[in-house]
């Protein structure tokens, strides 16, 4: 089946430094990637929807100059929170839509869990 | 309003009972329904896509009435292993495949 790895699974970092999450899918290209984050006890929320080969199109109120998102390749997409606050401390999965699959089926990654400190 | 809804629970039952959860989403424009499966600390997994017509797979059957924009999941014979987050899903019309997600219903199966 269709396999999404993120790395890394867990990360702590100190306020004002950068992380950078990466999302693969590891047996199919994916032309479009989505990046979610989730609180605890909260849904799912769309950051944002990366295209291959262009620019990310951002949610309403995600800073796209704070969460820098590059699809460079069919099988990767990563996830840069730029000096990050102890804010954005949360779970963020990101999933991926095999190009050419007429349904809208995503695979999910296993999640990142960001602790800022 | 939400765009999704659900009641959170959590819906606390024993084994082998029936359980049903609510979805209502807001925007008619919905195109395409699922349920979800979000085990704790872990990423959601698809559980079953929902059709007009209705749909069951093994002990959990999806029902969607579009004209009161309501979803709903009915687990028969709950197994321990059911206890988890059910998410409720809905995709637009015309948004590229975009997932709007409820915000969860709990469920915990005792023995």
């Known amino acids: 089946g269709a396999v999404v790895s993120q790395h890394p699974s867990r990360v702590i970092c100190k306020s004002g430094t950068s992380v950078k999450i990466e999302c693969r899918s590891l047996?199919?290209?994916?032309?479009?990637m989505f990046w979610y984050r989730q609180f605890p006890k909260q849904s799912l929320m769309l950051m944002a929807t990366?295209?291959?080969?262009?620019?990310?199109?951002?949610e309403q109120g995600v800073e796209k100059d704070k969460f820098l998102i590059n699809h460079a390749s069919l099988t990767l997409s990563t996830l840069t929170v730029t000096s990050a606050h102890p804010e954005d401390s949360s779970f963020y999965i990101c999933?991926?839509?095999?190009?050419?699959?007429?349904?809208?089926?995503?695979?999910f990654g296993p999640g990142t869990r960001l602790t800022v400190t | 309003r939400k765009e999704v809804e659900q009641d959170p629970g959590p819906f606390n039952v024993p084994e082998g009972a029936t359980v049903a959860f609510n979805c209502t989403y807001s925007n008619s424009a919905s195109q395409s329904f699922f349920w979800y499966r979000q085990d704790c600390r872990k990423e959601p997994k698809l559980l079953m896509s929902v059709y007009s017509s209705g749909n069951e797979d093994g002990r959990f059957t999806a029902q969607l009435n579009r004209a009161s924009q309501y979803i709903s999941l009915l687990i028969r014979d709950s197994k321990l292993s059911d206890s988890a987050t059910y998410l409720c899903?809905?995709?637009?019309?015309?948004?590229?495949?975009?997932?709007?997600f409820g915000q969860g219903t709990e469920l915990s199966v005792k023995p």
């Open positions: 990366s295209n291959e080969g262009s620019k990310a199109t951002y």
């Open positions: 899903v809905v995709t637009l019309y015309n948004q590229g495949g975009k997932l709007i």
């Open positions: 047996d199919f290209q994916a032309t479009t």
């Open positions: 999933s991926a839509h095999a190009t050419g699959d007429s349904s809208y089926e995503q695979y």
